[in-house]
């Protein structure tokens, strides 16, 4: 355990992340794109607008982005260096890190998913949200939807965010929403909750019972 906190430091260095952020009482591990993705992911652990919560055991940690995930090594010390990890990122940079992360043993849904929908603009966590929350921050935004179609990648990126925080902040204004509003982060969550929650119910043992049948000797 001395040596594991030890570790936590040079852990989120790498990751370029303050140790202040992550609580060392915590040893399951959802890792996520970026801060705003962090937000989401908060939300949905401390609020009770899904049937199923995102486990209070899980510490959501933001990795920085994709490129992280690209290099292996510091994946690899990661998953070592955690009892439990599962990792998001936004379904558009599946071609850049599913193929990093599967050389690394890990699998599809079991350790890894995209989050959102093979849909123009629904890419990232976005595709969970309701349709009336984009459409209500789409027609709010024309200028930061504008700068998604730009030339310069830095300005896409930071268009991009700053709309995920938009679409965070409208889909908190709500708490009407109904089950198939909500069916994508339903989804999402159940996954992550059965790769890195505790079950409810104790592990049954098998208790192999001494036969009353005698032996027989030859």
Request: aromatic letters at 8%; one cysteine or more; glycine letters at 6%.
């Amino acid at each position: 355990m001395e040596y594991f906190c030890a570790s936590i430091p040079i852990i989120f260095a790498l990751l370029d992340l303050p140790t202040k952020s992550v609580s060392l009482s915590k040893s399951k591990v959802l890792l996520v794109e970026g801060q705003t993705d962090q937000e989401y992911f908060h939300y949905l652990q401390q609020h009770n607008c899904l049937e199923e919560k995102l486990s209070a055991e899980i510490e959501v940690v933001p990795y920085g982005g994709k490129d992280t995930l690209k290099n292996t090594l510091l994946v690899q010390f990661v998953l070592r260096k955690f009892d439990e990890v599962f990792i998001t990122f936004d379904l558009d940079a599946e071609g850049d890190v599913k193929s990093a992360l599967t050389r690394l043993g890990l699998k599809e849904s079991r350790d890894f998913v995209g989050l959102g929908l093979s849909q123009p603009g629904k890419e990232c966590i976005v595709g969970a949200l309701p349709q009336r929350v984009l459409a209500a921050v789409n027609g709010r935004e024309a200028d930061l939807i504008m700068k998604l179609g730009g030339k310069d990648a830095g300005e896409r990126r930071r268009a991009k965010e700053q709309l995920k925080q938009r679409y965070l902040e409208e889909f908190k204004r709500h708490s009407d929403y109904s089950k198939d509003e909500l069916k994508e982060f339903t989804k999402m969550v159940r996954i992550i909750n059965a790769k890195l929650s505790t079950p409810n119910k104790p592990m049954e043992r098998t208790v192999r019972r001494r036969s009353s049948r005698p032996t027989a000797h030859r």
